[in-house]
T-cell receptor, first 114, second 110 residues
Framework: KAGVTQTPRYLIKTRGQQVTLSCSPI?????VSWYQQTPGQGLQFLFE???????NKGNFPGRFSGRQFSNSRSEMNVSTLELGDSALYLC?????????????FGQGTRLTVV | SQQGEEDPQALSIQEGENATMNCSYK?????LQWYRQNSGRGLVHLIL?????REKHSGRLRVTLDTSKKSSSLLITASRAADTASYFC??????????FGEGTQLTVNP
């Protein structure tokens, strides 16, 4: 079974630009969650999508958005990039149950904003 | 914000020794999970322990959970250089959302 695939692996963007990251979950998984990892803040939850609907949202500004397609693939978008958005963005795939659900992570997208 | 704290922040041991990492959290949980991360890469799921379980084993890993103290520990026995990584605990209260600790950096010296 293929794992979680994130593309691209690396990105360099300029302040003010926008960026779109992609995540393909494990086949059969209906939940996709996104996390931001930085040295200062650690791993922070961005949002979760289940069956094309946002089911949960972390404490991030509206510049961070996402969506999920009917095949469960998900994208996240960051508009008006700031230097502080430089981070490793991780996508997690799970079956989507309400409890006791193991999450499987992709390799991440390393975003650098200059 | 982080759910809890991990202790120690960094741990350096020799190959063959055991490594113990601790995690504390603040709220009631459905389960607690441990993950490993190698240098800036993705997280690898190690083990999930439910709130009604006290101990769980997987190969060289042993996890305990004390819900009365809101704490968990991860024991890696007979460590290897390949175990060098950051280890994170994460709690799950509802849905698929995970709240992570700050992590323990484990270095296993050959």
């Amino acid at each position: 079974k293929a794992g979680v695939t994130q593309t691209p692996r690396y990105l360099i963007k300029t302040r003010g630009q926008q960026v779109t990251l992609s995540c393909s979950p494990i086949s059969g998984h209906r939940s996709v969650s996104w996390y931001q990892q930085t040295p200062g803040q650690g791993l922070q939850f961005l949002f979760e999508y289940f069956s094309e609907t946002q089911r949960n949202k972390g404490n991030f500004p509206g510049r961070f958005s996402g969506r999920q397609f009917s095949n469960s693939r998900s994208e996240m978008n960051v508009s008006t990039l700031e230097l502080g958005d430089s981070a490793l963005y991780l996508c997690a795939s799970s079956l989507g149950g309400r409890t006791n659900t193991e999450a499987f992570f992709g390799q991440g997208t390393r975003l650098t904003v200059v | 914000s982080q759910q809890g704290e991990e202790d120690p922040q960094a741990l350096s041991i020799q190959e063959g020794e055991n490594a113990t990492m601790n995690c504390s959290y603040k709220t009631s949980i459905n389960n607690l999970q441990w993950y490993r991360q190698n240098s800036g890469r993705g997280l690898v799921h190690l083990i999930l322990i439910r709130s009604n379980e006290r101990e769980k084993h997987s190969g060289r890993l042993r996890v305990t959970l004390d819900t009365s103290k809101k704490s968990s520990s991860l024991l890696i026995t007979a460590s290897r250089a390949a175990d060098t990584a950051s280890y994170f605990c994460a709690t799950q209260t509802s849905g698929s959302r995970l709240t992570f600790g700050e992590g323990t950096q484990l270095t296993v010296n050959p």
